[in-house]
């Protein structure tokens, strides 16, 4: 089970601004399945908070902004950071669903930066890279949604300060869920930059 | 709409002033009913919503807000339940509800594809601008695709997504994640295809078949924001009712 963990993770040419159809439409794709999964997720945080905490959304998040930002640059790191806040505005799922844009623009794009800057060319992350640079760009996700509690909730800066800490663990915990995702989408063939394995050809 | 969103968020988040919360909660009612003939009982589903998160708000405040002359509401134990907090909660829950039905106001209101025709009028490319309603358009898909993997893994005796437990819930939740992505990206392939060959990559100046402009509804509502940022303003800067932000 932990296997996956000690393996470096199959390489990927990293585009920082890619246009071509498939890497905006794949971008939309995931921006689609987290606005979904969103749904489900904000749905169990509304049972045990009303809505006053994240943490599901915090452990769903990752598993598509990361995929967006690492293997579809800064175009799709932007494309799934506001597809979903588009819909959670349009269908008012949340008071603070004003703040989404920039909560999922803070993940995806230092993220996205983060990979040009450190990725190295010949292989992907190993996992410890992978939990630091989420964890780097998880220190800012949440800071608009700290703002949004202390100037539209009136929470006190503690409380507002306690949730930010408790979606920093969710971040951690996100790391785990998503590295095996990450290793898996690389190996389907799906990604169009990642760099498979050559396969041994057998001729008559 | 997008600029009485703004002038309403500015002013909803610069107070909590409740006769002034309660005015605004009252105005955006009888706009959405005059000007775009909505009824309240259309949207009370989504409001109902927020009713926890005020719950829950209010019970803080009236906890952590000390009352005038140690006067409390009600003593549980050691805690402590102070009007003032009550009255600031209630203010905090008119102000989550005015939010929640604006932006709701603008869905309800707005075409989807006029989001992208508008965005098309601010210059910016079509290639970005299509894609908003295009998301639009798939999204029903996806929820659909979402649905059907929930059920099928429910059957094959993974946590149950209807289940009242949370942490199964959002086991569920995390257990569909992978097929999710991947069924996201497989579809990817097909559209782009069939999009590039529909011309989607090609540079050439469009037409449209619709056309947005103002019509005489948005004038009436440019209208009525005005004036309400300017009574707003003259109520904020002469003192009649104080502005100020709780933290």
Redesign the interface.
């Known amino acids: 089970m932990w296997d996956i963990y000690r393996q470096p993770r199959p390489n990927w040419r990293y585009r920082l601004l890619p246009?071509d159809?498939?890497s905006?439409?794949?971008a939309?794709?995931?921006?689609?399945?987290m606005?979904?999964?969103l749904?489900?997720?904000e749905r169990?945080d509304?049972?045990?908070?009303?809505?006053?905490l994240f943490l599901?959304a915090v452990?769903?998040v990752p598993?598509?902004e990361n995929?967006a930002a690492m293997f579809y640059g800064l175009t799709g790191a932007l494309?799934v950071a506001w597809?979903n806040p588009?819909?959670a505005?349009?269908?008012?799922t949340s008071?603070l669903?004003?703040l989404f844009f920039a909560t999922n623009a803070l993940h995806t794009v230092p993220l996205t930066l983060m990979v040009y800057a450190f990725k190295p060319k010949d292989r992907g992350f190993n996992f410890l890279e992978f939990l630091i640079i989420n964890q780097v760009a998880g220190l800012l996700d949440v800071l608009p949604i700290i703002w949004g509690s202390?100037?539209?909730?009136?929470?006190?800066?503690s409380?507002a300060l306690f949730g930010y800490l408790i979606h920093q663990v969710g971040f951690f915990v996100a790391s785990f869920?998503s590295y095996p995702?990450m290793h898996?989408?690389l190996r389907?063939g799906?990604?169009p930059t990642a760099e498979l394995p050559a396969t041994t050809t057998h001729t008559a | 709409m997008f600029l009485g969103i703004l002038v309403l968020l500015y002013f909803v988040l610069t107070t909590l002033v409740v006769p002034y919360m309660a005015a605004m909660l009252a105005l955006v009612v009888l706009v959405l009913w005059l000007l775009a003939r909505i009824p309240p009982r259309e949207y009370a589903p989504v409001l109902a919503t927020f009713v926890p998160l005020i719950a829950i708000v209010t019970l803080m405040q009236a906890v952590v807000r000390p009352a005038a002359g140690d006067a409390y509401l009600a003593r549980i134990g050691s805690v402590r339940l102070s009007s003032e907090g009550f009255t600031v909660g209630l203010a905090i829950g008119m102000r989550l509800m005015t939010m929640a039905l604006t932006f709701a106001a603008f869905a309800m209101t707005t075409n989807p594809n006029d989001i992208a025709l508008a965005l098309t009028k601010l210059r910016i490319h079509y290639r970005y601008c299509y894609l908003t309603s295009f998301a639009l358009r798939f999204l029903p898909l996806v929820q659909d695709e979402a649905a059907t993997l929930l059920t099928a893994m429910s059957v094959r005796g993974s946590p149950d997504p209807s289940s009242s437990n949370p942490v199964k819930r959002a086991r569920a939740v995390t257990n569909i994640l992978l097929p999710l992505i991947v069924g996201s990206l497989r579809r990817s392939v097909d559209i782009a295809l069939a999009m590039e060959l529909r011309g989607y990559r090609d540079d050439r100046p469009r037409t449209y078949i619709r056309r947005i402009g103002m019509k005489t509804e948005d004038y009436w509502l440019l209208a009525g924001i005005t004036l309400f940022a300017v009574v707003s303003f003259a109520l904020k800067f002469s003192g009649v009712l104080e502005f100020r932000t709780y933290g």
């Open positions: 246009t159809t498939r905006l439409i794949s939309v794709f995931l921006g689609l399945g606005t979904v999964a749904q489900i997720a169990i509304f049972a045990y908070s009303g809505g006053s599901v452990l769903l598993q598509f995929p494309i597809i588009v819909v505005n349009l269908t008012a008071p669903s004003f202390i100037a539209v909730l009136s929470a006190p800066t409380v869920i995702i898996r989408l389907s799906l990604v």
